[in-house]
């Protein structure tokens, strides 16, 4: 089930809680003391920025799982959410030993150098996304794809675990993204969304119509859930998008954004007798935002012309920074899942 670390930090005791959900996180992970030690100092540094350049923000970890299981176990994602000045200087601000301001600590340029992963997004006015995964290292580095998935998980009120859950797969050159909300929320509703998940890699060489016919099944038993299923297939340049219940989504086409339109109904619940696939082009420009209830429907995509390029979990948690306010109070849990294209030369 996806276990989730929300740590609010808006004074120096909850740095101490943030290096601790990491620690737990990588126990999980089966990481090995130096990982583990490479996973708290990560959590302590992005923790400690918060509260030195934006008075504060929110530390999010928890565990993501490779496409493929043979690719390797879980890595621990640890997120920092702020909605402070931003950074005047990004490129700057990841040089080793870099800092604005006095201080001992390890600097983003030493997480992004001890990370598997790194990304950071910072918008004057905004606030700042910085966001590391920290896994064992594995001996050959795996090939480069051209299309990655990320998200972010956010339990309802803190919760140790959400309802929500989203996954991906590869099955040849076919990279199928998912995201499934459990009815209700709580460990019933992690119950049915974990089955989707276990499902989804069972269903991946199939459209998403037709994963979402084996999803049902997989989730008869359980309360149900509201799932979508996208699918790029990178040798012919298109996406499929299928779904059932209240998931949201939206493709970035250029500038545009368009939603992309799910049917009504329950997975493992209702079964419909036929599902609607959409059928579109993907190309370097596209983003692919999927997103459980948790947020609001109205919410506004970030038009950021970078975020693209960024890595796809920044994204997810640039859309729930920024689309939470005091106007919409969360009622349930959230989880944002992106695809985007791997831009020609990593940032
Ligand atoms: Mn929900």
């Known amino acids: 089930m996806p276990r989730v670390w929300e740590v609010p930090v808006h004074d120096s005791t909850r740095v101490r809680d943030a290096r601790v959900a990491a620690e737990r996180a990588a126990a999980l992970a089966g990481l090995d003391e130096a990982r583990t030690a490479a996973a708290a100092l990560v959590a302590t540094e ?3 920025n918060l509260l030195k350049h934006a008075g504060g923000g929110r530390m999010l970890v928890d565990l993501v799982a490779p496409p493929m299981p043979s690719d390797g176990a879980c890595l621990v994602q640890i997120a920092a959410i702020d909605h402070g000045p931003g950074m005047a200087d990004v490129a700057a601000a990841l040089r080793d030993g870099f800092s604005t301001t006095r201080s001992l600590g390890a600097g983003l340029g030493t997480c992004r ?3 598997d992963g790194f990304g950071l997004h910072s918008a004057p006015g905004r606030g700042t996304v910085a966001l590391a995964r920290v896994g064992a290292r594995p001996k050959d580095p795996a090939p480069v794809a051209v299309v990655r998935a990320g998200g972010v998980n ?3 009120a803190g919760a140790e675990y959400s309802g929500d859950a989203w996954a991906w ?3 040849g050159d076919r990279l199928t993204l998912m995201l499934a909300d459990g009815l209700g929320h709580g460990p019933q509703a992690a119950r049915a969304s974990t089955a989707a998940v276990q499902a989804l890699h069972r269903a991946a060489h199939l459209p998403p119509a037709e994963a ?3 999803l049902d099944t997989a989730l008869r038993g359980t309360r149900g859930a509201a799932v979508a299923v996208a699918q790029v297939d990178t040798g012919a340049g298109l996406l499929r998008f299928a779904g059932v219940g209240n998931i949201g989504a939206r493709l970035r086409e250029g500038e545009r954004w368009r ?8 997975v493992g619940v209702h079964r419909h007798a036929t599902l609607r696939e959409d059928r579109l082009t993907w190309a ?8 459980s209830d948790g947020l609001p429907s109205r919410w506004t995509p970030p038009s ?3 975020l693209p390029a960024a890595d796809p979990a920044v994204v997810a948690a640039v859309t729930v920074r920024d689309a939470s306010s005091s106007a919409w109070p969360v009622r349930d849990d959230t989880a944002v899942a992106v695809l985007a294209p791997t831009p020609a030369e990593a940032p």
Do not use: E, K, N, Q
């Open 46 to 48: 992005l923790a400690t």
């Open 113 to 115: 150098r001890i990370a």
């Open 154 to 156: 956010v339990p309802f």
């Open 169 to 171: 797969a590869r099955s």
């Open 212 to 214: 979402l016919v084996h």
């Open 259 to 266: 939603s992309l339109l799910s049917r009504p109904g329950i």
């Open 284 to 291: 370097a420009d596209r983003l692919l935002i999927l997103h």
């Open 304 to 306: 950021d012309a970078d």
